[in-house]
């Protein structure tokens, strides 16, 4: 009896799993069935760069791509340097483009109007815009004589906005979610707190790499010295690491989540038209979501490079 039973659920077992596939009498594999679809990867040429731009026509896929040109390779000794124009790099072309448009524009705008009337429609919100980065996130955390970096930290704020929105319209690309986009804009906001900490402290900014506790004896001050100005260092190049891999990694996942709900649709088929609608709800969600991850993450990295601006400057004090 109890053999029955076993052969019994080992025919079973047999009918339900699917079988390798056999080789053929003279020992090649069978080939594989015809109905089975082809793999398409359709998030990693969403996210990485390309020589080349997608717009939209008629074939299938309704995109069509339009090959950049390709400049001859620059060497400087054993390094090899690739100066032609890729897809990130148009757009923060044309992500510098509306900067200047917008900046320009609401700035002439508020210059035309009367003294006692502020600028209307679009300038008017983008004044609003302005003054509150102003007044709210640049001259609190900086500090006494804080207007000089304002046009500094508001051309952060209005390029890295730019640059996240274009990369949620139909064929564009999310340029900040190139980690060599936000290594080079951290490597920038680097630079300006540096040279503002020479600018205030002047010969104290030794202060700032070099740890020298004045207020403990000779004996303690070796040692401290020894130990904590490694730390000192290894702070100073956490802050740009830390710019970088969060407006990169942020940027790249809300990309990612909403390109593999899309592909789920796809994956369920018309056959499960059902199931195929939640995917859909959840991605429009996701886009919202992004959308507000744009803003908050130009706010974020403004607001950063303004609290490393006035830490440096602060230490004079």
């Known amino acids: 009896m109890q053999r029955r039973l076993f052969l019994t659920a080992a025919l079973i077992l047999g009918a339900l799993l699917p079988l390798p596939a056999l080789a053929q009498d003279d020992g090649t594999p069978a080939p594989a069935p015809a109905n089975v679809p082809e793999r398409v990867d359709m998030i990693t040429p969403h996210i990485v760069d390309s020589h080349s731009l997608e717009y939209p026509c008629l074939e299938p896929g309704w995109a069509c791509h339009l090959e950049l040109p390709r400049w001859k390779p620059i060497h400087i000794g054993g390094l090899t340097i690739d100066l032609s124009p890729t897809k990130h790099v148009v757009f923060l072309w044309i992500a510098a483009a509306l900067c200047l448009i917008v900046l320009i524009g609401g700035a002439r705008a508020h210059g035309g109007s009367k003294p006692d009337e502020s600028p209307r429609g679009f300038s008017n919100g983008i004044e609003a815009v302005v003054l509150y980065i102003r007044n709210e996130v640049v001259l609190p955390n900086v500090g006494h004589h804080g207007d000089r970096y304002v046009p500094f930290v508001l051309t952060l704020f209005f390029f890295i906005l730019f640059a996240n929105i274009l990369g949620l319209l139909p064929y564009g690309a999310t340029a900040t979610g190139n980690i060599n986009v936000t290594a080079a804009l951290a490597l920038v906001t680097f630079i300006m707190v540096e040279v503002a900490g020479m600018r205030t402290l002047g010969k104290k900014y030794i202060g700032t ?40 990694a942020n940027m790249t996942a809300g990309h990612v989540m909403v390109l593999a709900l899309i592909g789920m649709i796809f994956t369920f088929g018309s056959a499960f038209l059902g199931l195929a609608v939640f995917p859909l709800v959840m991605a429009i969600a996701i886009m919202l979501l992004e959308l507000f991850v744009a803003f908050l993450q130009a706010f974020i990295f403004a607001l950063l490079a303004s609290v490393f601006i006035g830490q440096i400057r602060e230490a004079a004090h």
Do not use: C, N, S, Y
């Open 209 to 248: 790499i070099v740890f020298w506790p004045h207020d403990m004896p000779l004996a303690m001050k070796l040692p401290m010295t020894i130990i904590m100005t490694p730390v000192e260092l290894f702070g100073k190049f956490t802050k740009p690491i830390a710019l970088a891999i969060r407006l990169f």
